[in-house]
């Protein structure tokens, strides 16, 4: 179950994800682009990757499956396990957490949508049959 | 002779108020306790940071993670202790001799405990002006200190939510009771059916000439709190039980039957679940089926509750429990009594914040039913060793009667209080005449 499962996401991802810090304070607040804050790299290490140009960036989920990550990710919605992203959605609603509107759209949509391909968002969180 | 007149029972107008915590609703996926953690570290902080402008209104608010060191703040987060006595299922597996004695205290505190605050980004350790004695695992509160160098924060001041907002009682002008009674324990061996029979008689108006007749009239309501049966263990310790016993687990709950159903037929009577009972382990427990009670259910003001249970009479907001919560916070921390456990899960605004940490509990996503939102009038605890009562009073005004309730098999006593002006007193009933 997890093989192929754990290599998707042990990907090096340029776009998103971890953001760099703007100081060189070790606790810097994250920037909203959704990611999680705690286990950023430090510099020395993303300008490494950087310099190193461009690798595999192809992944086999689409840019709205990539801000549905985002948006389990980001600790302010509080933890992902365990729930639909529909209902942490709907959640996060009703504590007056303002989710961004257009992902409950996508939830929809998605959980509507009668072909599964690969290329659909799941309605279930990124760790869904993984933990 | 002139026929007498009869005598009319007064009535209450009664509300239940139990649906936050029925679990019919609710559907299981497999999720962990971290969603509950969040919905009451949300709800809490949200009316913490109303209350932190007049507690300091100078000081920065920040997460863990901002903290500086040698700066003074205020951070929001849940506690938890850290507490070396507390069982652990790992002990089972340590191959090294532990601190843990063979024998398992009543009380699991030792002076080594300490706490930690928790909120999204991380957790720090916590040292300076708050007791570990006093808190449990599970509590949201506002502190006021500084980062150390050791990494530590040094705590200065502990902001706790304070008693909610209570709607105000109406005067009303005639008096009338609701009887408590816990831990009727029907089917053991402390059991006194006499003892029993003369509490149903007095509440029914079967005992005694017309003033105390008019005294029984004048009580609404009966809330049976929590442990009414107590099934004997060896039918419940997994092995088969032989056909010749399986006609006798059911007895007790057939004979709490009978006599709940004199009870019934005179006046409305509420019944929670208690530990010991036929209903679910973890809390919210829910109400006990009808199922088991084929003669009081018949009737309508047979009424089965869920344990916590939340009801208004005439107005009057009750909240109360069948005793886990409080028997949990006496494990863990400790107090001068259990009403002092009460009086601070008030202030804490949860009912039990040791669950679900110590205490088996639903896990629920996105909701954590044991928040006390308003004051209650009256907050009772079922199943305790002794009587006890307070009438505590609030910054704003609110008035709280606050009662633990003994068990009857043991102690004969049952508690009333008038819904008037919320005064407490004891009915007390004894078989034996050296008592």
Redesign the interface.
Known sequence: MASSGVKDFYRQKKKGGVTKPSSSSKKKTQQYTGGASVGASDNAQTSALVSHGSWDLKDDFGDQEEQLRQFDMDMKFGPCVGVTRLQRWERASAMGLQPPAHLRDLLLHASSAKNRSSDSPSVECLWEGKV | MPVPKPMERKQAAYSNLDERYAIQGEKY????Y??IY??RL?HMRNLLHALVPSWKPHLPVT?V???EEGKDCIIVGTLYKHMKLKPSILDEYSKERSAIPLVKPHNFMHPDDHLILED???RVTLAGAIPPAAFVTGVVVALHGKETSAGNFLVEDVLEAGLPPQTALSSACEDKYVVFVSGLSVGSDTFNPLQFQLLIDHVTGHLGDDNEQIMASNIVRVVVVGNSVHISPRFVNGQTVASKDQSRIAEPIKELDIMLTQLVASLPVDIMPGCHDPANFSLPQQPLHRCLFSGASTYNTFSSCSNPHQFDLDSVQFLGTSGQNIDDLYKYSDAKDKLEFMERTLRWRHLAPTAPNSLGCY?Y??KDPFLVESCPHVYFVGNQDKYETRLLEGPEKQKVRLISIPRFSESGVAVMVNLRNLECSTLSFSTSFDA
């Open positions: 996926q497999g999720q962990q971290s969603h969040f919905t949300h997460t993670l901002g903290l999204e980004s991380g896990p996503t996105d």
